[in-house]
């Protein structure tokens, strides 16, 4: 094993800004490390770039989730070593 992929994370708005997504991202983390993880993977939303990219993620390429009504949802692949 050596990847581990972080999938979505979420805070109420009136909590942004004071630790939230860092703090599950750090326990996400410590429990991928202990699985014997070595990188991370993520799907970003275009918003969420910034947040994954203050955790030391990496963009790797742009992408496309397609979804059943044949939209799809702009996404960047985004990588970290752990």
Not at 45 to 72: C, H, Q, T
Request: charged fraction near 25%; hydrophobic fraction near 40%.
């Amino acid at each position: 094993m050596g990847l581990a992929h972080i999938r979505h994370f979420a805070t109420h708005p009136d909590w942004l800004g004071r630790g939230i997504g860092r703090l599950l991202y750090e326990r996400c983390e410590t429990d991928a490390r202990a699985a014997g993880a070595q990188r991370f993977e993520c799907y970003s939303s275009l918003n969420a770039e910034g947040f994954y990219k203050v955790l030391g993620f990496a963009a790797v390429r742009k992408s496309e989730i397609p979804m059943p009504d044949g939209i799809g949802i702009a996404t960047v692949i985004m990588e970290r070593k752990i």
